[in-house]
């Protein structure tokens, strides 16, 4: 009989992570009004040079970190140490789902793995959950390793336990921008206020 065992290797970046931020149409975007929702897309891509005979991530699991005053997911109702409903996997990470969205600011343990081998250099759709825009300013997702028992980051081949320091973590970010009723509003009161100031000026002068 013979086992397959993980076995760490040296540290060397062999697995790229690449967040976008996407309309509800998966199109990738730089802005977003408040109140308005959107989607945080993760890709996993294996970049070693060169390429393996046998290309692909096996199975990959991270953490997303944002600012939970500009924006927030909604935690959807599960069972105790059920993946939360609300992420939308890949069809290739088909089984060994899981993730939590119920702490603000933070997607954790989100991924996945094969059921069979990727082969693939292409990067991989992972995982993409909805976010809602609640406040102006520029928010920005990043991405860490996951260090709980069994969340192996796997590449197709060989089989081995990948470390933190071998996955380029990436981030993304985008702009929030004030509503168009509460922009033109804004736009409004400067304007009165400018006017407020070129009628004192010419009483003065009077």
Excluded: C, K
Excluded at 19 to 41: K, R, W
């Amino acid at each position: 009989m013979f086992w397959l065992v993980a076995t760490a290797r040296a540290d060397t970046v062999e697995v790229r992570l690449r967040l976008e931020a996407e309309n509800l149409l998966g199109q990738p975007i730089a802005t977003v009004p408040v109140g308005s929702d959107f989607q945080l897309a993760v890709f996993v891509q294996d970049i070693r040079t060169p390429p393996n005979s046998f290309p692909g991530v096996f199975s990959a699991y991270l953490n997303v970190a944002f600012d939970p005053s500009l924006a927030s997911i909604n935690a959807t109702p599960h069972a105790p140490n059920a993946v939360d409903p609300g992420i939308v996997f890949g069809p290739q990470f088909s089984i060994a789902h899981t993730g939590d969205l119920s702490t603000p600011g933070l997607i954790n343990a989100g991924g996945g793995s094969n059921q069979q081998e990727p082969f693939t250099t292409a990067g991989q759709f992972l995982f993409r959950v909805t976010v809602h825009a609640t406040h102006a300013g520029m928010e920005t997702f990043t991405s860490s390793f996951d260090t709980n028992p069994g969340h192996d980051f796997l590449l197709a081949s060989p089989i081995n336990d990948l470390t933190a320091d071998q996955v380029d973590f990436g981030q993304t970010s985008l702009t929030v921008v004030p509503e168009p009723a509460s922009l033109l509003l804004a736009m409004m009161g400067l304007a009165a206020w400018g006017a407020r100031r070129r009628f004192a000026r010419s009483v003065r002068q009077a």
